[in-house]
């Protein structure tokens, strides 16, 4: 269970977040959308303890702020929105990075199955720094799908958080990055993903979460978040959404002239 | 499709296979370099001498002389040094995320010299009680000190939330340096006459004057760094995504750099304490060991001592014969060999790094 109380961020002076309220059940796939600058990011980093907030924001019941590094890292991953790499490790060496300690020894096949999920195993001795921006965000994905590979581990979920993850991907990629997730959501893991895209995010998430200039506007399912007046005010431009005939929640967010 | 086995053989595990068996040849190396080492020097005692004191077991009182109070030591101190070096050299690397980063280039080598000197021309300065507690590891603590304030200082100086800003780093090194040299300037003019004996290899930085005195009051700072650096491997290859991505990985990296900085400051200050500053094999080292193995610290620290050490040696066995039967500075040979790798970094790296 992730849970946000009343969470405010302030960088240096200007507050970058207000009052966020927001709880994730294990199971889930919770999208985090908004325009630019709502403070997604933010609310990303908060609760991943990258930085530091007024309010408290729990995983699996542990207080994030107070937390161990280590401690952490057995609960969650974390996909940044961008990687670069200091060195020219191997797309592999990166990926074996995902592993702690006591995975290396059992689990040795763990960093090639992640490689073959997001469909990049041939690129196994490939050098990161080469690679394009898509591929290297579906070979961060690969290793923070190493780093909590079983989605529910001794009774507890486990937790993906990812920085839009499907940004600098093409459109079978993005289907592929977001089934994977939806996956490790229905295998009783849960699923945190900053989203650009409203329309994969009602496809794939359970929750939506809207956030407009640093206050969350709107929370719950997609049909509830996605209406024509909540993503207008959000976005500032009217906006139109239309279901598919064929699938009640797959709504096509469409901007109106005027 | 490739099926896992053969990935594994192409890729990363190929990688580690060939960065063990770099080890196993790089001791083999430095076995080599060490009997040729002991074999070399202005007194005529050669290797043939030694194979035939090892056959007969026996060796001339003379002989005996030379190689345990000279040849020896100086073999120790130089393997000693030398891996120092190219440890903390690898180590500042993590920790900066850069290869460019080295403690004799960014100033951390002057910082420590800087507190040797001090120590040499102050020291008597200092409160009898004070000088007899450290007995002869007053240069070393203060040499040692002198590299941790400047690594702190650079640190601070050169990152900002967790990146490390190349152009920052190499500047502050250079006003870094140029302080440290300006002081040691001052400190130089005060000197007395027997203390700027003391002082004048530091300018160049030599295994001269090897003795088991340096290699006891230097080991003690050196050899708990190259045997405890593995353990900072695996904080080291994650801190290379960047210090967020480090933590979320489990890594306690407010511990990891403290400990990596000290490690550094600890290794280099000891290095420049006895045998003053001697350059490039803390940046040279590593890379060529990135090229040919990879950036993997599990190997490259436990490579880069063996490979630090057999080089100092082949550099100084150079020093001591070059212009026999005087010796040259081994701090002119190490900047003539590894000013132009350095600057063949800087041409490979050209684009990269964001200048």
Known sequence: ?258 | MVSLGMVRVMAGDDREARAALMTKLLIVLLLAVSVLSLGTGAAGLSLLDLGDAVIQRQLSQRDQVILWNIRLPRLAMGMLIGAALAVSGALMQGLFRNPLADPGIVGVGAGAGLGAVMAIVLGGLLPAGIAVHFGGQLVPVAAFVGGWVTTLLLYRVATRGGQTSVATMLLAGIALGALGGAVIGVLVYLADDRQLRDLTFWGMGSLAGAGWGKIASAAPFILPVLLLSPLMARGLNALALGEAQAAHLGIEIERLKRLTILAVAAATGASVAVSGGIGFIGIVVPHLLRISTGPNHRYLLINAALLGASLLLAADMIARTIVAPAELPIGIVTALLGAPVFLWILIRRQGLMGL
């Open chain 1, 1 to 258: 269970m992730l849970i946000v109380e009343d969470v405010s961020v302030a960088l240096g002076r200007r507050p970058v977040l207000r009052d966020v309220s927001l709880t994730a059940r294990p199971g889930t796939l919770t999208a985090i959308v908004g325009p630019n600058g709502s403070g997604k990011t933010t609310l990303m980093r908060a609760m991943t303890g990258e930085v530091a907030c007024q309010g408290k924001i729990s995983l699996n019941g542990l207080d994030v702020a107070r937390a161990k590094a280590w401690q952490l890292a057995g609960i969650r991953a974390v996909m940044a929105q961008e990687t670069q790499l200091a060195f020219p490790f191997t797309v592999l060496e990166v990926i074996q990075l995902g592993l702690s300690m006591g995975q290396h020894a059992e689990n040795r096949d763990l960093p090639q199955r992640a490689l073959a999920e997001v469909d990049l195993l041939q690129y196994a001795s490939r050098n990161y720094q080469d690679l394009s921006g898509g591929e290297r965000q579906r070979v961060q994905l690969a290793r923070a799908l190493v780093q909590v590979w079983n989605p529910v581990a001794d009774g507890a979920a486990r937790w993906l958080f990812l920085d839009e993850p499907v940004a600098s991907l093409d459109l079978g990629h993005q289907l592929q990055v977001m089934r994977l997730a939806r996956r490790f959501a229905d295998a009783g893991g849960g699923v945190i993903a900053v989203m650009h895209d409203l329309n994969l995010s009602a496809m794939f998430a359970d929750r939506l979460a809207l956030l407009s200039k640093g206050s969350l506007v709107a929370a719950g399912t997609p049909e509830a978040v996605l209406t024509d007046a909540q993503l207008s005010s959000a976005y500032g431009c009217p906006i139109r959404t239309n279901a598919l005939p064929a699938s009640g929640t797959w709504l096509l967010p469409q901007a109106v002239a005027g």
